[in-house]
């Protein structure tokens, strides 16, 4: 059976909207809405497009992939605070929320060291709420963070400790005005997303010694 909701996440990965995706399919964005609610099935010449137009398998549209939503559009904290877009925000979160399942399905082969992020944030939380006065408060933190993490002083490591502490970082087309955005999941998972403009959409590459993920120069 053919699952409107994979197409709908898919299509928010590749950052499309409705009315985009049925123009490519010569479709209109109410016949796009109908696949993605699951009132109407696309017809086979249109599954052959999906999976052309998207590079996946047919199986895709017809597995039951739900899962436990671990992300919320409140958990995303821009770099940029002039970012409001609820619609960007989702599409962040869809993009958190596919990221996080593939981390998760890698990890189970392996076993992950526990890092010091959730050290540090518990401490940071302390701080936090004893330090009254926000410019002291982010100097006590920025303190702490460096100590914690053993960071250089001209913060020319910086990316790398927080790598190791635990926090995956991944690199991709935000678009708007952000240069990154962090998270962290319900069950905890730190997560910093670095703009990076790409053109096309080459593979992900992980990285299994920094615990990152990346997008693969194209050759």
């Known amino acids: ?15 499309l909207s ?3 995706l049925g123009e490519q399919l010569q479709l209109s964005e109410q016949a796009i809405w109908q696949f993605e609610n699951q009132i109407t099935n696309p017809k086979f010449e ?7 137009l998207f590079d996946v398998k047919t199986q895709f549209f017809l597995q039951d992939s739900k899962s436990e939503a671990v992300f919320q559009e409140g958990s995303v ?10 619609k960007k925000t989702y599409t962040e979160v869809t993009y958190l929320q596919f990221i996080y399942e593939v981390i998760t399905q890698l990890e189970s082969y392996v076993n992950v060291p526990m890092g010091e992020i ?8 302390q701080l936090y709420y ?33 790598e190791k502490s635990g926090i995956y970082v991944v690199e991709k087309d935000i678009g708007d005005k952000a240069d990154a955005y962090s998270a962290w999941s319900a069950n905890n998972v730190a997560f910093i997303v670095r703009h990076q403009e790409i053109s096309s959409t080459p593979p992900v590459r992980f990285s299994a010694r920094t615990r990152t993920f990346t997008n693969a120069p194209q050759h």
């Not at 059976?1 to 950052?15: D, P, S, V």
């Open 1 to 15: 059976m053919f699952q409107g909701e994979n197409l709908q996440k898919i299509r928010t990965l590749y950052g």
């Open 18 to 20: 409705r009315k985009e």
């Open 46 to 52: 249109v599954m052959v497009k999906l999976k052309e």
């Open 77 to 86: 904290a821009y770099r940029l605070a002039d970012i409001h877009s609820r």
């Open 118 to 125: 959730h050290e540090l944030r518990n401490k940071t939380l």
């Open 130 to 162: 004893q330090e009254a006065s926000p410019e002291k408060r982010i100097q006590a933190i920025a303190t702490l963070a460096r100590k914690v993490l053993a960071i250089a002083p001209d913060n020319g490591d910086l990316l790398l400790k927080l």
